[in-house]
């Protein structure tokens, strides 16, 4: 079975600094993948960062990267120069066979 | 490019009545699911198709049907809705077997039952 753990309900951060959600995972699969997913209130879900778990090296789009520990079974999401538009839910996310499995989501706001 | 649509957005049913939540892609994925979402909860997977034809359960599936007459199209069936029944719900489809591809997601629709 996979789970998901996201332990930071709520977070805030002042525009142009950089914040970090956290996340763990437990899952028996052998080849997994770990997605970032944000949802702004229109609803939407959006793809913000995929992890392939066989990499060691961490994934980077723009202003977002993530910290992948394999070991430790943790995949944190850092958002740098934070813009109001990254105000939004964020959810971690396993990817294994037949499923993907959602961390409960940390609602982050930027503050200006 | 359409992706993954999903009707209706907005829907009220009384406790007791039936309805369907329609989900369709024309991105030619295999995979197709419905999630539910609720406060403190995120999004957890109702029922999951792996092709037309091939449906399965997930996580919390009592209260729904599916089924997968073609490639393009996956109903969610709410056989006598429930209060507990308030939700989001997402379809989301992706390519089979690579699950490690991302998941597309329809816009949602938020149902409410009195």
């Known amino acids: 079975a996979q789970t998901v753990t996201q332990s930071q309900p709520e977070m805030s951060v002042q525009e142009a600094e950089t914040v970090t959600l956290s996340c763990t995972y437990d899952t028996s699969e052998n080849n997994y993948y770990l997605f970032w997913y944000k949802q702004p209130p229109s609803r939407q879900m959006i793809l913000v960062i995929r992890?392939?778990?066989?990499?060691?090296q961490n994934a980077t789009e723009n202003r977002f990267s993530v910290n992948f520990q394999k070991a430790a079974k943790s995949f944190s999401l850092k958002i740098s120069d934070s813009q109001l538009g990254d105000t939004a839910m964020y959810f971690c996310?396993?990817?294994?066979?037949?499923?993907?499995?959602f961390g409960t989501g940390t609602r982050l706001k930027v503050l200006a | 490019n359409a992706g993954v649509t999903q009707t209706p957005k907005f829907q009220v049913l009384k406790t007791g009545q039936s309805m369907t939540l329609q989900c369709a892609q024309d991105m030619n994925h295999e995979y197709m699911s419905w999630y539910r979402q609720d406060p403190g909860m995120g999004l957890r997977l109702i029922h999951y198709?792996?092709?037309?034809?091939?449906?399965d359960q997930g996580e919390v599936p009592n209260g729904y049907n599916v089924s997968r007459s073609t490639t393009e199209d996956f109903p969610l069936r709410l056989l006598s809705a429930a209060p507990s029944q308030t939700s989001v719900y997402f379809c989301?489809?992706?390519?089979?077997?690579?699950?490690?591809?991302?998941?597309?997601f329809g816009q949602g629709t938020r149902l409410t039952v009195v």
């Open positions: 992890q392939e778990a066989y990499k060691q």
């Open positions: 198709s792996v092709g037309a034809g091939i449906t």
């Open positions: 989301a489809s992706s390519y089979f077997p690579q699950i490690n591809t991302e998941a597309f």
């Open positions: 996310a396993a990817g294994g066979t037949y499923k993907y499995i």
